[in-house]
């Protein structure tokens, strides 16, 4: 059984920064395009950045030029670097494969921008 548990979280001023992390187990993420979702209060969850097996990423709008997603496949991990957070960026953050066909859902972590 996959398992997906995401860390790093926090509450941060707006213009800063945090890392949020990923760890699967259950299942090599290799072969595999990740993503990162997240889902704000009474919004739907939506994909702002996947990386693929090739390396190619992938950004929402949205976050285009402040999120960097990376991957280190030997340790089962993916990452998002968040910079220039503003306050519509507070959401709960999931990964999962990138695309329709997620495994189940970690319990997310809860990232908050606000002074």
């Known amino acids: 059984q996959v398992q997906l548990v995401e860390s790093g979280g926090g509450l941060v001023q707006p213009g800063g920064s945090l890392s949020l992390s990923c760890a699967a187990s259950g299942i090599g993420i290799t072969p595999y395009g990740m993503g990162w979702y997240r889902q704000a209060p009474g919004k739907q969850r939506e994909l702002v950045a996947s990386i693929f097996s090739s390396g190619n990423t992938n950004y929402a709008d949205s976050v285009k030029g402040r999120f960097t997603i990376s991957r280190d496949n030997a340790k089962n991990t993916v990452y998002l670097q968040m910079n220039s957070l503003n306050p519509d960026d507070t959401a709960v953050y999931y990964c999962?494969?990138?695309?329709?066909?997620?495994?189940?859902w970690g319990q997310g972590t809860q990232v908050t921008v606000s002074s």
């Open positions: 999962n494969r990138a695309g329709p066909r997620t495994w189940d």
